[in-house]
């Protein structure tokens, strides 16, 4: 099992700036990791993703403002959000799948890897 733990969330005003990072220890570059979000009243989505062969997928609503990007020597993921939106607002995950499968894990989450704890993320207009 990996254990994730993730910081950095926290309240900001429309237009402003979170920066959130997984602690992700015993990952490495064979896995998956991705950042997903729970918005009250909807489904788990995902917000970026990042394969074991290091390319970025972005969810149409935070492309352009949000960059995920990987440490591997640290074992940690990062999720810079930029131009937040009170849309953005709810409980943000880290998530991490060895050898996943690219769009499973998009569309699902990990199978047989492990969720973080989550993180809120509260953006108010």
């Known amino acids: 099992q990996v254990q994730l733990m993730e910081s950095g969330g926290g309240s900001v005003q429309a237009g402003g700036s979170l920066r959130l990072s997984c602690a992700a220890a015993?990952?490495?570059?064979?896995?998956?990791m991705g950042w997903f979000r729970q918005i009250p009243g909807k489904e788990r989505e995902a917000v970026a993703t990042?394969?074991?062969?290091?390319?970025?997928r972005y969810g149409d609503t935070v492309k352009g403002r949000f960059t995920i990007s990987r440490d591997n020597t640290k074992s940690s993921l990062l999720l810079q959000m930029n131009t937040l939106k009170p849309e953005d607002t709810g409980m943000y995950y880290c998530a991490a799948e060895r050898n996943c499968v690219d769009d499973y894990f998009w569309e699902n989450g990990p199978v047989f890897g492990d969720w973080g704890p989550g993180t809120q993320v509260t953006v108010s207009a």
């Open positions: 990042i394969t074991h062969n290091g390319a970025p």
């Open positions: 015993d990952t490495d570059s064979t896995y998956c």
